[in-house]
């Protein structure tokens, strides 16, 4: 029985390496590949996360005013998927372009936020802006910005359609310490990021990175998984009667696989 059992995992094993070598070769080359200053950026002094010991941060620094992260809603869907569980994949809303309305965006979210709807309204937002344009900053007509740009109340009557919060309630919220607190940490954030353009993503307040710099929107994936499993370190952990693989940290080359029975 114990030869059998022996031959079994012995059999597993090597199944499983020809199956998933393919991946692993990418994933290989892929962490040779990636060059800091180049693809992505060392935040320094490093920002600690507002995450639980053991998890990892990734944040996109965004705005709905921003047609580049109105495109890349798809990519963080895909890099949601992608993530392990270990990740708290979170959004900062900047401000730094007032001449579109940034400002108004982002306290909406921060509002949407502490009222604990921004999340399920996210996609929707996108679209109020630039699909249905309810909330554009664009005038169709003209290709020009809009004279009169959306106010939070017009934002408090999105929300009141696509979650329930009744306008006052939403407006009121948006003029209370607690948001203007949001407000004042974000902005504290994005400086601390050095962020200059949006998407951007920061990855447990270390990383800095953006779709150019990965090399194209679909590079970001790969590259923030990579950046993740760095700072996560090791990630082996026992399963009885398993084969697993697992990504370790090592001094070079930057991580190495193993094959594991438990």
């Not at 047609?67 to 809303?93: E, R």
């Not at 400086?191 to 590079?219: C, E, F, M, W």
């Amino acid at each position: 029985m114990q030869a059998h059992s022996s031959i079994l995992r012995s059999l597993l094993t090597v199944a499983l390496t020809l199956a998933l070598t393919p991946a692993l070769t990418s994933i290989t080359r892929a962490a040779t590949a990636w060059t800091e200053g180049k693809h992505y950026f060392l935040i320094n002094p490093p920002r600690a996360p507002s995450v639980a010991p053991g998890k990892v941060e990734v944040t996109e620094v965004f705005s709905y005013g921003c047609p580049a992260c109105n495109l890349f809603v798809p990519i963080m869907h895909k890099l949601q998927k992608a993530l392990p569980p270990n990740v708290v994949l979170d959004y900062l809303p900047a401000s730094f372009n007032p001449s579109e309305d940034w400002p108004m965006f982002q306290l909406a979210y921060l509002t949407a936020q502490s009222l604990g709807v921004a999340d399920q309204s996210h996609d929707a937002m996108f679209d109020a802006v630039w699909t249905t344009r309810e909330l554009s900053v664009i005038d169709p007509a003209t290709q020009r910005i809009r004279e009169h740009l959306p106010t939070i109340e017009d934002a408090a009557r999105f929300y009141n359609r696509r979650s329930g919060v009744p306008v006052d309630k939403f407006v009121s919220t948006a003029k209370s310490f607690a948001v203007d607190v949001k407000v004042r940490s974000a902005e504290d954030a994005i400086q601390a990021y050095k962020v200059d353009r949006t998407p951007t993503i920061i990855v447990n307040g270390k990383y800095r990175l953006y779709p150019q710099s990965a090399g194209s929107n679909d590079d970001v994936v790969e590259l923030v998984t990579w950046l993740v499993a760095n700072c996560s370190g090791g990630c082996c952990s026992a399963r009885s009667g398993s084969v697993f693989f697992c990504m370790e940290r090592s001094s070079a080359p930057p991580f190495h696989w193993c094959a594991v029975w438990c």
